[in-house]
Nanobody, 118 residues
Framework: QLVESGGGLVQAGGSLTLSCTAS????????IGWFRQAPGKQREGVSC????????ITNDYARGRFTISRDNAKNTVYLQMNSLRSEDTGVYYC?????????????WGQGTQITVSS
């Protein structure tokens, strides 16, 4: 199972970095995606990265503000988020995905909550 961390309360315009780590297995064979779910809304894709880290795909609303990366030596995938907006509030999840389609598969973890105050 993947474990997300790094969420919290931040003011609009601020930054956060989320981490996604694996328990009991290595991540480097998996393409990984970040997804989010805002209150009362459906879960949506944020960004995904190939298993090598050479390919990334980012949703339009996040492009230029969010950066996905990975360090396979540390068994971790990151989501650096800058210029946060109130509409970025929600629970963020990481999950294995197909690439380049970024279609998620497998089970969802508990996620990490991000709250952006305006």
């Amino acid at each position: 199972q993947l474990v997300e961390s790094g969420g919290g309360l931040v003011q609009a315009g601020g930054s956060l970095t989320l981490s996604c780590t694996a328990s009991g297995f290595t991540l480097d064979i998996y393409h990984i995606g970040w997804f989010r779910q805002a209150p009362g809304k459906q879960r949506e894709g944020v960004s995904c990265i190939s298993n090598s880290g050479e390919g990334t795909i980012t949703n339009d609303y996040a492009r230029g503000r969010f950066t996905i990366s990975r360090d396979n030596a540390k068994n971790t995938v990151y989501l650096q988020m800058n210029s946060l907006r109130s509409e970025d509030t929600g629970v963020y999840y990481c999950v294995p995905v197909e690439y380049p389609g970024c279609r998620p598969f497998g089970s969802w973890g508990q996620g990490t909550q991000i709250t952006v105050s305006s």
